[in-house]
Structure formats: structure tokens, C-alpha cells
């Protein structure tokens, strides 16, 4: 088997790294970035602190704020319009998943034009696109080492997977004190968020070495720290490393794939408003448990890397024991069910043959141990409802 590998063509990693960013984008020859951040990071001050570094170094920035959660087809729109009013040379995405996916899509569209549906799963998207600089500031969903971007069709509410090179960050700047204000629920949520990437990346049908040793080292870190960073967002040594494990879980999944996890989370999230990492959450002990005799020594390699069982359990021990560990860190977590969330059970049920769809539409879940069919999903929405 080849492997085809694909990462970020620089990467600075570490406290302070963000303070370097004018000097990695003067280095790439560039001069007009878009900074693509939010309306939170506005208001922090993050993103004009971030500007005025750009400022600095001699470039010549512009601002765009209004992403949204779960980025659309609409909101996108708007960024174009800056994008060109810009005539912008390159993108940076500040922030946590949304800013990052919408500043891919950015990145893409200003070069190639069209509709964002054009460029969604199965076609593999090789470019050219803009240069996108990717600066996060969540330990979750380690889109800055990616090749992946995610935007909801504002028509039709599906949650469009588009892949390809295109979407590769060519630079990644990954700073800790960027999330040490993040709160307790942002930080379960992208902490789950980035132990599933690391999961399904190993288990996935698409694994290979390479991916292999950067998940199982990201599922030991997440093990040992996620609880600790939740528990207490100024434990230093836990949020950096989260932070690590999280674009190592990026890098594995980019280079293998998500699975029927992440299949099932898009849709709810489209749907019901749910964040990307809390809809994983909800999904990932009951979806584990379904896909886990199919794949008992992968996941008992998941097992011992997370902590959860020895190396003297059998593999069909570990694995079981994989799926109780989950379980318990999303009560830890205080991990709601969709209905605790607040989400109507008339609605789950009449959109559930939809999301089922849709979920299989996207392909994550061909790549899970087992495959599953539209009625088994409706199944397993049924089962984490309540």
C-alpha cells in the first residue's frame, strides 16, 4: 500500500509562535492577507491584536469577522465580496473550525469561482487556490494540518464535505496561549472533537503507518491531559499539550480519514445547530460500540494508547473496554444527549431517514471497520437520542 501524504509546508509550533506570523507570510513572498477570524475573537481583541502584528511586519491586512458557527453557502458569500474587494493574495484563518473552513472555501472560490456545492464529496479538489495560513485558537479540530473544509448549503441545510489539496493550509501557526481563555464546554467539545479524529484515523479503512503513529501518539495525550485542561482551563501544561495532540490528530486524520462519526455529526449539525465537536461527542461511544467487533485489535490498540485498558487484556477485552472508557469521559465531560440538549424528539425522529442519507452521502462512514446501512444509522439515531 502507498500512502499518499500531504501537511502543511511550514508549521511553527509553540508559545509565541503566533507573535511570528507576519514573518512567516513576508517569507512566502505575500503582502494582502484576509484575515478571516469571528465576532468573538473581535471582541476579545485577539483578532486586532493579530492585525496589528501583521501591521507590523509590513503587510497590508484586511479584516472579515462575520463567520459564522458551522459556516454556510451565505456567510461565505459575504467573505468573497471582501475577499475580492481586498484583491487579496492569501487567506488567514483565525480562530477555531468555522473560520478555518471558511477561509479555505475562501481560498478556493476566489480563484476558481462557482457554487460551493460543486466542489463537495466524492471530487477531489487539486486546486488552484489561494494560499491559506491557518492560525488556530481551539485544541480540537486540527484543521490547520488538513485537507478537508466544511460548509452548510444554505438552500438545502446538507453539510457539504469538500476535499482535496486545495484546502491545505501551506502554512500553520500553532500557539497554546491562544486557547488559554477557552471555557470548560468549548474545551470538552474540541477535545472530544480531536480524540475522535485520532480514533477514526486509526481504525479508519484508509489508515497507514504514517497516520498510524501520529493518532495513536495524539489518543495517549488527549488520555492523560483532556480531563485536566477541562477541569482547570489554567493548567498550562494540559492546554499545550491538547493543543499538540490536536493538529497531530489532524495531520492523521487528513492523511487517513474520519468515519462514521463523523458521517453522523455533520447532519445534526446542519440540522439542529449542534457544534461540531458536541455532535461527535453525543455519537461516539454508541457508534464505537457498533463498529468495534469489526476491528477489535485497532480499537484495543485505541484502548491501551488512551489508557483505558493493559497490555495484558486481550483485544476483544481491550476494545470492550475502550467503549466503557468513552463513555465515562463523556459523563466527566458532562456530555448532554440530544434531547438534554433541548432538541425536539419530533423533529430528531421526522429528520432522522434525512440525516441517515446524508450521512451516507457524504462517504466518511465507507471508511468506518463496518459500513453501515441507511436503516442501522437510523438505528443508532434512535439510540443516543435520549
Same mark, same amino acid.
Given at each position: 500500500m502507498v500512502a499518499n501524504l500531504s501537511l502543511p509546508?511550514? +508549521?511553527?509550533?509553540?508559545?509565541?509562535?503566533?507573535?511570528?506570523?507576519?514573518?512567516?507570510? +513576508?517569507g512566502l513572498g505575500l503582502n494582502r492577507p484576509l484575515l478571516v477570524t469571528d465576532a468573538f475573537l473581535v471582541?476579545?481583541?485577539?483578532?486586532?491584536?493579530?492585525?496589528?502584528?501583521?501591521?507590523?511586519?509590513?503587510?497590508? $491586512?484586511?479584516?472579515?469577522?462575520?463567520?459564522?458557527?458551522?459556516?454556510?453557502?451565505? @456567510?461565505?458569500?459575504?467573505?468573497?465580496?471582501?475577499?475580492h474587494d481586498h484583491d487579496a493574495d492569501s487567506v488567514i484563518g483565525f480562530g477555531g473550525g468555522s473560520p478555518m473552513d471558511t477561509a479555505k472555501a475562501l481560498a478556493l472560490l476566489g480563484v476558481q469561482g462557482g457554487h460551493m456545492?460543486?466542489?463537495?464529496?466524492?471530487?477531489?479538489?487539486?486546486?488552484?487556490?489561494?494560499?491559506?495560513?491557518?492560525?488556530?485558537?481551539?485544541?480540537? @479540530?486540527?484543521?490547520?494540518?488538513?485537507?478537508?473544509?466544511?460548509?452548510?448549503? @444554505?438552500?438545502?441545510?446538507?453539510?457539504?464535505?469538500?476535499? #482535496?489539496?486545495?484546502?491545505?493550509?501551506?502554512?500553520?501557526?500553532?500557539?497554546?496561549?491562544?486557547?488559554? @481563555?477557552? $471555557? $470548560?464546554?468549548?474545551?470538552?467539545?474540541?477535545?472530544?472533537?480531536?480524540?475522535?479524529?485520532?480514533?477514526?484515523?486509526?481504525?479508519?479503512?484508509?489508515?497507514?503507518?504514517?497516520?498510524?503513529?501520529?493518532?495513536?501518539?495524539?489518543?495517549?495525550?488527549?488520555?492523560?491531559?483532556? *480531563?485536566?485542561?477541562?477541569?482547570? #482551563?489554567?493548567?498550562?501544561?494540559?492546554?499545550?499539550?491538547?493543543?499538540?495532540?490536536?493538529?497531530?490528530?489532524?495531520i492523521a486524520f487528513s492523511n487517513s480519514s474520519v468515519a462514521l462519526v463523523h458521517g453522523m455529526s455533520r447532519p445534526i449539525g446542519a440540522h439542529f445547530h449542534v457544534a461540531h465537536g458536541l455532535s461527535n461527542a453525543m455519537l461516539f461511544p454508541a457508534v464505537t460500540a457498533f463498529s468495534v467487533q469489526a476491528a477489535p485489535s485497532r480499537y484495543a490498540d485505541c484502548a491501551r494508547s488512551l489508557?483505558?485498558?493493559?497490555?495484558?487484556?486481550?483485544?476483544?477485552?481491550?476494545?470492550?473496554?475502550?467503549?466503557?472508557?468513552? *463513555?465515562?469521559?463523556?459523563?466527566?465531560?458532562e456530555v448532554p444527549t440530544p434531547r438534554n440538549y433541548g432538541i425536539d424528539q419530533d423533529a430528531w425522529n421526522r429528520l432522522t431517514p434525512l440525516m441517515a442519507e446524508q450521512a451516507l452521502a457524504s462517504g466518511s462512514p465507507a471508511n468506518n471497520p463496518v459500513v453501515p446501512t441507511t436503516d442501522q444509522i437510523q438505528d443508532l439515531y434512535s439510540r443516543i437520542y435520549a
Open positions: 509546508r511550514i +508549521m511553527r509550533v509553540g508559545r509565541g509562535a503566533a507573535d511570528e506570523l507576519g514573518d512567516v507570510i +513576508m471582541g476579545t481583541g485577539a483578532a486586532e491584536h493579530l492585525k496589528a502584528t501583521l501591521l507590523k511586519a509590513g503587510l497590508r $491586512p484586511r479584516l472579515f469577522s462575520d463567520t459564522v458557527p458551522d459556516p454556510t453557502t451565505d @456567510s461565505v458569500a459575504s467573505g468573497l465580496k471582501a475577499l456545492r460543486e466542489y463537495k464529496a466524492p471530487r477531489v479538489n487539486l486546486g488552484p487556490a489561494l494560499p491559506v495560513i491557518a492560525v488556530p485558537t481551539t485544541a480540537g @479540530s486540527g484543521s490547520e494540518a488538513t485537507q478537508f473544509t466544511v460548509i452548510t448549503d @444554505s438552500t438545502t441545510d446538507e453539510k457539504m464535505l469538500c476535499l #482535496g489539496p486545495a484546502f491545505l493550509p501551506l502554512a500553520a501557526v500553532v500557539d497554546v496561549e491562544l486557547t488559554m @481563555s477557552m $471555557p $470548560p464546554r468549548l474545551t470538552a467539545d474540541t477535545g472530544i472533537d480531536a480524540l475522535t479524529h485520532a480514533v477514526e484515523a486509526y481504525v479508519s479503512r484508509k489508515a497507514n503507518p504514517f497516520s498510524d503513529s501520529l493518532a495513536l501518539t495524539a489518543i495517549g495525550t488527549i488520555g492523560r491531559h483532556l *480531563r485536566h485542561a477541562y477541569a482547570d #482551563g489554567g493548567d498550562a501544561q494540559a492546554r499545550e499539550a491538547m493543543m499538540l495532540a490536536a493538529t497531530q490528530a489532524g489508557g483505558a485498558a493493559a497490555t495484558t487484556d486481550s483485544d476483544a477485552v481491550a476494545a470492550d473496554k475502550l467503549v466503557d472508557a468513552l *463513555r465515562s469521559l463523556c459523563r466527566d465531560l
